[in-house]
């Protein structure tokens, strides 16, 4: 069974850093492409930052350019999401998902097969 254990959220004051964690496994990890997405109460869900594995090209949404930047690490099957310069917007569950193949275009949430579950990111004012 493929499973996206994500891990890494917390509390964390305005301007302080995350790394989370997206560790998967039951799938050929360098033949996909994973994204952040997430979702804050009563608001839609949001992709955030994709890496494919397939090409190494990475997206980011404008809300978090310059601020959050996705990596990989092959060896561990394991991709990350660096947040920097927190905002109290960026308050969320977060929720890692993967795709076969790229990033460009970006796809929708509805595209993608396998979920992790959330991880809580609060960012105090």
């Known amino acids: 069974d493929v499973q996206l254990q994500a891990s890494g959220g917390g509390l964390v004051q305005t301007g302080g850093s995350l790394r989370l964690s997206c560790a998967a496994s039951g799938l050929t990890f360098g033949d996909n492409a994973f994204t952040w997405f997430r979702q804050a109460p009563g608001k839609e869900r949001e992709a955030v930052s994709c890496?494919?594995?397939?090409?190494?090209?990475?997206y980011s949404a404008d809300s978090v350019k310059g601020r959050f930047t996705m990596t990989s690490d092959n060896a561990k099957n394991t991709v990350y999401l660096q947040m920097n310069s927190l905002k109290p917007e960026d308050t969320a569950v977060y929720y890692c998902?993967?795709?076969?193949?790229?990033?460009?275009?970006?796809?929708?949430?509805?595209?993608?097969?396998?979920w992790g579950q959330g991880t809580q990111v609060t960012v105090s004012s």
């Open positions: 890496i494919s594995l397939v090409d190494g090209s990475t």
């Open positions: 998902a993967a795709i076969f193949g790229y990033c460009s275009p970006w796809p929708q949430a509805y595209e993608y097969n396998y």
